[in-house]
């Protein structure tokens, strides 16, 4: 028994034994509620095909199309030619930033930091335009292709993933750039490229360290300079116990600021600190100074240790023995 078949039972069993109303006024009342519940049962039956309609259409997009209406001969053709160009122009761009950087020392570092956000993003860029310019493939092939890669990736690849990462963290926290001078565990050099997967540096034997960026996230790393040219040096010198301080503080001074690679506008400093040495005790003296260009450091070091070292033994402060 339906809901109409039911209502009309309910107001024939109302007009039987109610003695109030009269049988035509019943059969009014009667006549005016089956015509509303037609058509509150018509509203009814047009809301439930709208929405069966709906869902039917909201299916058939969803529904993947097939590859041949994705991926033709014409469209691979336009897209090797954009990924071909887009290889090329980003290499220019990169070349003539690299080489504009070499010549400035002061905006070396600068320009070289931008090198790895215009690769990134320009790859980002033309493959967002092979897939939404060229293929255009629909919602429905974006959604699945997006769900099966991401399945595969999260099982087979998470170590790239998070190198991946890494490298992103890297470029907006920036704790250090291309140009930088930066120590990881044994390894010191200056940062050479900061890639999505991994970071080089050149050490100071001229060897290339290749660094995963997730290794790079997880640990400490030192910063010699942080964006700037220069940066602070270390020469460490052993020397006599009762040596005269104050005169090799003054020959100390002098030496790194005759170096050719020193950078006046930052101060130089001398300290002691006693040292034992094979049972015996020794003064280290630590002489800090600024270079003008990191990849001058080395030199800088190798400079100031000679010329100090030439100036003690002239004025008879050390002798050969003495370190014997």
Not at 49 to 68: F, G, I, R, W, Y
Not at 202 to 215: K, L, Q, R, W
Not at 272 to 294: P, S
Request: charged share 20%.
């Amino acid at each position: 028994m339906n809901i109409k078949t039911s209502i009309l039972l309910v107001f024939l069993i109302i007009n039987l034994f109610s003695p109030v109303y009269s049988q035509d006024t019943s059969l009014k009342k009667l006549n005016s509620g089956i015509n509303k519940l037609d058509s509150v049962l018509a509203k009814d039956s047009i809301k439930n095909h709208t929405a069966a309609d709906s869902s039917v259409s909201l299916v058939n997009q969803l529904e993947p199309p097939s590859v041949l209406d994705v991926i033709s001969v014409g469209k691979v053709i336009w897209a090797l030619i954009f990924f071909i160009g887009g290889l090329y122009l980003i290499r220019i761009l990169t070349k003539i930033l690299e080489v504009f950087a070499e010549r400035s020392t002061g905006y070396r570092i600068t320009i070289k930091g931008v090198v790895p956000i215009i690769r990134i993003f320009g790859w980002m860029l033309i493959i967002y335009i092979v897939i939404a310019g060229v293929f255009k493939p629909p919602v429905a092939t974006v959604i699945a292709v997006t769900a099966s890669v991401g399945i595969a990736v999260g099982f087979a690849a998470q170590d790239v993933i998070k190198n991946i990462f890494g490298g992103i963290m890297i470029l907006f926290d920036r704790p250090f750039q291309v140009g930088d001078k930066i120590q990881l565990g044994e390894y010191y050099g200056e940062v050479i490229k900061i890639g999505l997967r991994s970071t080089r540096i050149v050490t100071a034997d001229d060897s290339t360290v290749t660094i995963p960026n997730g290794e790079l996230m997880n640990k400490s790393v030192s910063n010699s300079n942080y964006g700037e040219p220069n940066c602070q040096v270390v020469a460490e010198i052993f020397l006599p116990i009762e040596i005269d301080t104050d005169r090799v503080r003054q020959i100390a001074t002098e030496a790194a600021q005759v170096s050719r690679y020193i950078y006046l506008n930052k101060p130089v400093t001398v300290l002691f600190f006693n040292e034992i040495k094979d049972r015996r005790a020794y003064l280290k003296m630590r002489l800090k100074a600024y270079v003008m260009d990191i990849r001058y450091e080395f030199q800088f070091k190798s400079d100031m240790t000679e010329l100090v070292m030439k100036e003690l033994l002239v004025q008879n402060l050390i002798h050969a023995e003495d370190f014997m």
